[in-house]
């Protein structure tokens, strides 16, 4: 190897290191693969930025326009209603039929796009014909990505593919010239599916999950045996208290769903409203969890002491730590228990500019230059300080304590009492550290003291415990336990069956930007007037601390509100209404013939050979906008630009390694090892290398990659690379074998209650059955042509 080679194959190992492991995101990775390709010289400058201007990248983000401008005016809306009358409410037939619908719609629609527009539209289907979802939306996934192997356009990996031969000097595929190979997998896989895969699919129970009703929505999500009512009595410490300032919801993890007072009912009340006398509360969460907190407010208070005074004798110091840019604290909440596993530190209070916070800090996802006030034992400081994740840590004078962080805190002696019946239990399984600001400091045992004991210490009867904190959260923890709990609900507040409150089941549409960010941050509340009750997500409900959960794709997600602001819900581009509630307003399918017509006419001028793929996607995209089938912020959303960067910072590094012969040498690998068996075992040992590769590797990348290989490893062979290019162009489209093969994959996770090992169990088979049906028809429509041949006859 030259050295040309080896940097070609070091930018390239590290590149494949940072896809599998997800370190930074892909397109960055494609990004930084365009600067070390030309930083190096390897590739020029133009070389460099070659793919902004691709025929096949500028298509992609075309075909992105034309797909939204069909999906936006109803298409959706008409194919639901074909579907139903053509396929009736028989499994198979209907299983088919939307395979089918999608497979056609994938032929010039992005995949991802055609899983979108249909997903709501299965999922009507699954509630009219009571057949579970489970059963509908991986067929219908997978009949997206069959329909993607047909034509030039279905997906990215043929467009780079039909690119990579005209680059060489190659006759490029034309716009059906997958056809004849991708429609015959695409039948293989629908018959499978229809027929053998159905009994591998996961079946539920379609009376309780399928029909999605309101009463059987809350039935899936867990949420009919985690509601009850609480009442204030007279007397609480509570009265006069916000809901917000009760730690209901903080402390206890439940939603108020309404409140009752006077015989009036407030939907959803206001986090300030004020409780009263006698205000009854409908409440959502788990009552067991409740209970147990409600346990806490038994211990006995002793006596108190400030703690300016008792930190000096106590062996304890306060810290400012600074928290560094590149530490792992970076955009994670603050968890108590976790700060004291590993810098045997707590967390008194975070200051961020001139705000400073100590209640509730992990609700707040931390930021590089957050100064956090540690409590530390002296012994620990030394390695706190040499910690990554901080920049500096100082000592905390008496008066900065004061004057800053208003630190006029007690210590607490609690007594644990003989019966206690909770013995055995940490304090940061409590979660009280975390939502009441109380640490702890020293347990008394046996005669011994404990300073700064482990978090997962367990506290037994008769324990004195020294916690640090407010006197008024130790008022609010005894406030929780006068609650009275009553598990009857009165009719008054039957909100679901008086369709005063009603929920729907939504999940992020694709290129959400809600994807990875705290559902604390996001504040559904404020934004949609709505409450985020339950997510669905690989097959688990997760009903309590959602607030600390980070919203993913895939994850099925029901909102609880008043109908009229559930409605509004599914204007949102950010996310995509699975169950919208009735009454919602039906879609506008005025456009759909014009958009379907706009879309035929790109068609039509390719084939008639008037333009090429890439100018005709561009002016029936602009026409799409000019006749108002979308605005021109809609087009913008409707670009995965994530995808358009991947492509385009990769294609470098194809030209990289075609040049310096680097694609050479690993050709020869191959050939090493299979050529002597000939031709065909070379083609699918290439077909079966990619289609492995596209489980940890973004397909797109994939095809870039593989590409210059093929070409080079057919030019060894003595044949024309156009047999084993559309047998590496199926391979890559055909990503059936996880959910994160594939965003389409990943959309229909949350609402079919799919695990991984679903997609296992049938993406693997179909696989088989692709792979199949491909070898079978590639000497029938791409027989392999030796190189002499094809320069005698010409193109």
Not at 557 to 582: M, N, W, Y
């Amino acid at each position: 190897m030259n050295p040309d080679q080896i940097i070609v194959l070091t930018i390239l190992v590290a590149a494949l290191l940072l896809f599998i492991s997800e370190a930074i995101r892909m397109d960055l990775v494609a990004l930084l693969v365009l600067a070390a390709l030309a930083i190096t010289g390897l590739v020029s400058t133009g070389e460099a930025f070659s793919g902004f201007s691709n025929n096949a990248v500028v298509t992609v983000w075309a075909m992105f326009i034309l797909s939204d401008g069909l999906t936006r005016t109803g298409i959706a809306t008409i194919l639901g209603q074909q579907v139903m009358r053509i396929a009736g409410r028989r499994e198979i037939p209907l299983m088919i039929v939307i395979m089918l619908s999608c497979g056609s719609l994938s032929f010039f629609m992005n995949n991802i796009g055609v899983a979108a527009l249909m997903l709501p539209v299965v999922m009507d289907i699954s509630r009219r014909t009571e057949t579970p979802p489970s059963i509908l939306l991986m067929p219908m996934a997978f009949g997206t990505l069959l329909g993607g192997l047909t034509t030039l356009v279905g997906t990215p990996p043929n467009l780079l593919i039909s690119g990579a031969l005209a680059q060489a000097g190659y006759t490029p595929f034309g716009l059906f010239d997958y056809f004849g190979v991708g429609a015959g997998a695409m039948v293989a896989g629908i018959l499978f599916i229809a027929l053998v895969g159905r009994l591998i699919l996961p079946r539920k129970d379609p009376t309780a999950k399928s029909q999605r009703s309101q009463r059987n929505l809350r039935a899936q999500y867990g949420l009919q045996e985690s509601t009850f009512v609480l009442t204030v009595p007279r007397g609480s410490v509570l009265i006069g208290k916000s809901l917000a300032e009760s730690r209901l919801g903080a402390a206890a993890g439940l939603l108020v769903m309404a409140l009752e007072r006077n015989g009036q009912v407030e939907t959803l009340p206001a986090r300030t409203t004020v409780l009263r006398p006698g205000d009854r509360l409908l409440v959502q969460g788990r009552i067991a969890r409740f209970e147990e907190l409600r346990r806490w407010g038994e211990l006995v208070l002793e006596r108190e002491a400030p703690v300016t005074e008792t930190l000096l004798k106590a062996r304890i110091q306060l810290v400012e730590a600074t928290v560094a840019e590149d530490s792992a604290l970076v955009k994670e909440p603050v968890s108590q228990a976790e700060f004291r596993r590993k810098y045997r530190a707590s967390v008194v209070a975070l200051r961020r500019d001139e705000q400073v916070r100590r209640a509730n800090l992990g609700r707040v996802p931390l930021r590089a230059g957050d100064v956090l006030l540690l409590q530390i034992s002296e012994d620990a400081v030394d390695s706190l300080a040499k910690s990554p994740d901080f920049a500096s840590v100082e000592p905390v004078t008496e008066a900065d304590l004061l004057r800053t962080y208003h630190l006029q805190e007690r210590i607490f002696v609690l007594r644990v009492p003989e019966e206690w019946a909770l013995g055995g239990s940490t304090l940061a399984g409590s979660r009280l550290s975390d939502v009441f600001d109380f640490r702890l400091l020293g347990i008394f045992r046996g005669g011994e003291l404990e300073m700064m004991p482990d978090p997962e210490a367990e506290i037994c009867a008769g324990d004195l415990l020294l916690i640090q904190g407010q006197p008024e959260d130790l008022d609010l923890l005894r406030g929780l336990r006068e609650l009275e709990i009553g598990q009857v609900i009165p009719r008054t507040l039957e909100l679901f069956e008086s369709d005063r409150l009603a929920m729907v089941e939504a999940t992020l549409a694709p290129q959400s930007p809600l994807a990875g960010q705290l559902v604390s941050d996001v504040n559904f509340r404020e934004k949609y007037g709505l409450e985020l009750v339950a997510i669905l997500r690989s097959g688990k409900t997760i009903r309590s601390d959602i607030g600390r959960r980070k919203l993913q794709f895939g994850d099925g997600l029901l909102f609880v509100g008043p109908r009229q602001r559930l409605q509004r819900l599914s204007e949102d581009p950010e996310l995509l209404v699975i169950t919208p509630v009735s009454g919602s307003p039906a879609a506008d399918t005025r456009l759909a013939p014009l958009a379907a017509a706009i879309m035929l006419g790109v068609i039509g001028v390719v084939l008639a050979g008037l333009l090429p793929i890439s100018v005709a996607a561009v002016a029936g995209a602009a026409i799409m906008v000019l006749t108002g089938c979308l605005s021109m912020e809609d087009a913008y959303r409707a670009i995965d630009w994530r995808a358009v960067f991947l492509i385009a910072g990769m294609l470098p590094l194809g030209i990289a390694m075609e040049g310096t012969g680097t694609a050479a040498m690993l050709a020869n690998k191959v050939m090493g090892l299979l050529g002597d068996y000939g031709p065909w075992p070379v083609i699918m040992g290439l077909y079966g290398v990619t289609a492995l590769a596209t489980m940890i590797i973004p397909t797109a990348a994939l095809v870039v990659l593989m590409s210059p290989i093929v070409l080079s490893a057919c030019g060894e062979l003595g044949i024309m690379p156009h047999t084993a290019m559309m047998a590496v162009a199926m391979a890559a489209s055909a990503s059936f074998t996880s959910p994160i093969s594939h965003p389409a994959n990943i959309l229909i996770m949350g609402p079919g209650g799919y695990r991984f090992a679903d997609y296992i169990k049938l993406g693997v088979p179909l696989t088989l059955i692709v792979f199949g049906a491909v070898m079978l028809l590639l000497p029938v429509f791409w027989p392999l042509t030796p190189v002499d041949a094809a320069v005698a006859t010409g193109p």
